[in-house]
């Protein structure tokens, strides 16, 4: 059934286990296996979480409750909503905060469940997303947090280039270790995770600069696209195809590649910005933006080239290739694509071993 998007399960294994082995020689004793591009996937989820992984990461409840008989602890990415603490304390075993006023929430969820919840506090080190932000005053915050029973603090940790595009480096990630020690020795408490960011922090790992003290990554792009995110360079001996999606086609005709008539806006009110290549071969498939947007997209075969799209055709340049009508074309996808096409509930999901 068409579209869908090709999932190959043994590349991703691949893939973990390569950056898992990468994060173990250089100090990362906890590695969260970061969920949240799969869309709530099961299948997927779980055979990423028999690779070695301490930890499942997601920014929505919805998907850890779905993960729930998943065997690893459950760590809830996005700031808790103070509306969901409930369901936070009772799905998730970590959540990372920033908030003094949610986290007392939290604590009080967690008495009414007889629990203890464990949170990581976040802080800013510039990128400018969440956290405490690092200059300013937190060892009043953290010994409030540390007299709350039904809440164990067990590490700080921080994010980086997700607003900002700030790139981890040893002088910001030496702020976060600055940060820890100041905290332990003021308060006399142990903070055994101190997390040191995203898949953008694995360059710092490839060049063995992390700073001893960081020992512990969470992990998504990395591992789903076989790529860092510092520079978007390929990371060695991973696979980038692991998701692939095909679509058929429902057109094929030789037109003039500029549109005829007086031109104002197309279907999403833009003006479109099209040259003339004079008549050119164009198959419409039934792919659209309601399922990704085609700069998301990059054709397999190199004969062939997007257009544009609508809300459920993608055209294409054919050049010189031979497709027919009922033909399926393979496309590779980058972070923003596959999030969409996860989410999108018209694209079927096949799984390769
Ligand atoms: C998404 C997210 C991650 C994972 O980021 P990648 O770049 O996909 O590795 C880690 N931490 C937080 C808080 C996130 O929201």
Known sequence: MFPCIEINLSKLKHNATTILALCEKQG?????????????????????????????????????????????????????MPSEVNKVVKYCDISLNSELLTIIKLNDAALRQNKVHQIIYMFDLGDLREGHFYQNEYLETI????????????GIGTNLTCYGGVI??????????????????????????ISGGNSSSITLL??????????????????????????????????????????????VKTKPSYPLGVLGMNSFGEKPDIIDKGLMKRAILALGKQDVLPD??????????????????????????????????????????????????????????
Do not use: W
């Open 296 to 353: 998301n997209l990059k054709p397999l075969d190199p004969l062939i080239s997007i257009i544009g799209a609508s809300s459920d055709h993608l055209i294409v340049d054919l050049g010189l290739s031979k497709y027919e009508v009922g033909d399926i074309i393979s496309f590779t996808i980058n972070y923003p694509g596959l999030l969409q096409l996860m989410t999108s509930k018209y694209v079927k999901k096949e799984y390769v071993m």
């Open 168 to 193: 981890p480096t040893p002088s910001i990630l030496n702020e976060l270790l600055a940060i820890k020690r100041n905290i332990e020795n003021s308060l006399n408490i142990s903070l055994p995770i």
């Open 206 to 251: 490839e060049n063995h600069q992390l700073p001893k003290g960081i020992n512990n990554l969470r992990l998504g792009e990395s591992l789903v696209l076989g790529r860092e995110t510092a520079f978007g360079k390929p990371i060695a001996n991973t696979f980038s195809d692991s998701f692939i999606v095909k679509a058929e086609i429902i057109e």
């Open 28 to 80: 990362i004793s906890s590695c969260f296996l970061v969920t949240k591009m799969l869309a709530g996937d099961l299948k997927t989820a779980s055979m990423l979480a028999t690779c070695g992984f301490s930890h499942l990461a997601d920014s929505r409840i919805e998907n850890l409750i779905k993960f729930k008989n998943i065997s690893l602890p459950k760590v809830l990415l996005r700031l808790p």
């Open 143 to 154: 010994r409030i947090i540390n007299q709350l029973v039904g809440i164990k603090l067990v």
